[in-house]
């Protein structure tokens, strides 16, 4: 009699296993994401007769640490988000929509490494495909090997062969071991991938890069799982409309989680931004009511972002509301307090608001720039365009003291504007003697509304 053969079931948003279906993940909790997938049974290790261990406990003095040097890439804004580049033997998941330009990303950074042969597994695309891309950046390489892929064996078999400096899988969803008979993609494959790759990546030393979509639900590589075993994940990220990436590192072993890469997709790749604010903000020849510029800081990275906001009287008896780049519950907050405090009619109202650059601020020190656009608007009176600010309102329509506020004056005055409004008291232990920018402390809204229009 045939056996019958094993299946399990896993969740496709956590990667917990359970041997029934069930309607709702008992790990995560999230509704309909179990799914059944065959499993075939290792010989567990118990049963071999024969153990050796090669693993030896070590007193962690005596462990030799060399500082392996770093490979660096040819991207700064990569090296910075990296933590100073890539380290040999690690596996770095770099995640994002798709068509948001990973691909892109990773094969414009091999391309220009010259010292390292590289391979370049793709699932996804054909030989020409990739060459075309290879073409549009404008760049060609000998020692970069293109091999078209989906089996995790035959890729162990290609590695053989070309002996890599640097690997790269493209993406980790695509290709599958002959051991599991679930199909690619499945939470098991890309477990069971992502740990051989892992085990490959520390034995030999070469670092791998796994390119991994990101599911409906915005979570990364769809099993989480995946980013437990890496030692960095990246998401890329941006707004299809708009030509500006970001790369952040959600996890990173070997640095620091906030930093930031900013780039922008033109015609022959991607293009590193250098000086976000820059493009963050818009020349007007003239003044404009409804524009505030707030100095916000993403990652590590101070710059100044443009907000711009228009209110006009409500047309209809339930006033509009929309936003853009902002959260939409923090927008109707400010309203409340501009109601109460300076008697701002919030029900009469019409309010849009948008955050210029296609970017999403979580920064709650844009809030007073926020309420001043809203203000602006209003009454239909300019901020002057070398005016900026920077602080958190509360509730109660303070402003309240924010973080690294010497950073984000400096950045202020590095792009030439004249004034900066702050919150009271947070100067402290700031030395603010040498910069070239007039501070202008406000303690309220109703403050920053009087020294705005008067
Ligand atoms: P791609 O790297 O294939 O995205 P992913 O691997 O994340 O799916 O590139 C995505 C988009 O970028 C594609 O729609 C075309 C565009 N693109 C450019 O605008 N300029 C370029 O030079 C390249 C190579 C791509
Ligand atoms: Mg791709």
Redesign the pocket.
């Known amino acids: 009699m045939a056996k019958k053969e094993k299946t399990a079931w896993f969740c496709s948003a956590c990667g917990a296993q359970s041997t029934r279906w069930e309607g709702r993940c008992p790990a995560c909790g999230e509704w309909n994401t179990m799914v059944e997938e065959k499993i075939k049974e290792k010989p567990s290790r118990a049963s071999s007769s024969v153990r050796i261990a090669t693993s030896r406990p070590m007193a962690v003095s005596s462990i030799e640490a060399e500082a392996e040097p770093r490979i660096h890439m040819p991207s700064e804004e990569l090296n910075r988000v990296l933590g100073g580049g890539l380290v040999p033997g690690s596996i770095v998941l770099i995640g ?10 990773v ?2 950074n091999l391309l220009a490494i010259k010292s390292k042969t590289i391979l370049y597994v793709s699932g ?2 054909s030989a020409t495909q990739l060459k075309l ?1 290879a073409d ?2 404008g760049r060609g390489s000998d020692n970069c090997f293109i091999v078209c892929e989906t089996s995790l064996e035959n890729i162990f078999d290609h590695i053989e062969a070309v002996q890599p400096g640097i690997l790269v899988v ?2 980790i969803q695509t290709i599958a071991t002959d051991t599991l008979e679930s199909s690619a993609g499945s939470v098991s494959q890309v477990r069971e991938c992502a740990a051989q790759l892992l085990k490959y990546a520390k034995d030999s030393g070469v670092p791998v890069l796994l ?1 991994g979509h990101i599911n409906k639900e915005g979570s990364l590589a769809g099993p989480k799982v995946l980013e437990h075993i890496v030692d960095a994940v990246l998401q ?1 990220d941006g707004d299809n409309h708009y ?1 500006y990436r970001i790369l952040r590192p959600i996890k990173n072993r070997f640095g620091s989680t906030s930093e930031l890469g900013i780039y922008e ?6 293009r590193e931004v250098k000086n976000p604010s820059e493009m963050l903000l818009t020349a007007h020849d003239q003044e404009l009511s409804g524009i505030a510029i707030g100095v916000t800081i993403d990652g590590a990275r101070p710059f100044l972002i443009e907000t711009q906001a228009l209110v006009s009287s409500a047309a209809y008896g339930t006033p509009q509301r929309s936003v853009t780049g902002f959260d939409y519950k923090r927008m109707n907050m400010l309203l409340a307090v501009l109601e109460k405090r300076v008697g701002f009619k919030l029900g009469q109202k019409d309010v849009f608001l948008n955050i210029a650059g296609g970017l999403r601020v979580n920064d709650p020190a844009l809030d007073l720039a926020v309420i001043s656009a809203i203000l602006s608007s209003n009454v239909d009176i300019a901020i002057p365009q070398s005016t900026c600010f920077a602080g958190e309102v509360g509730l109660s329509g303070e402003i309240r003291p924010i973080s690294r506020i010497e950073q984000r004056i400096t950045e202020a005055q590095k792009l030439g504007m004249e004034t900066i409004l702050i919150p009271k008291n947070n100067l402290k232990g700031v030395n603010v003697k040498n910069l070239n920018i007039r501070i202008q402390e406000v303690g309220k809204v109703e403050e920053a509304f009087r020294c705005l229009f008067g």
């Open positions: 994002g929509e798709p068509g948001i330009g990973k691909s892109t990303l094969l414009q996804e695309e891309r549009r950046i493209d993406s390119i890329f030509m997709m033109g015609q022959k790749g991607l």
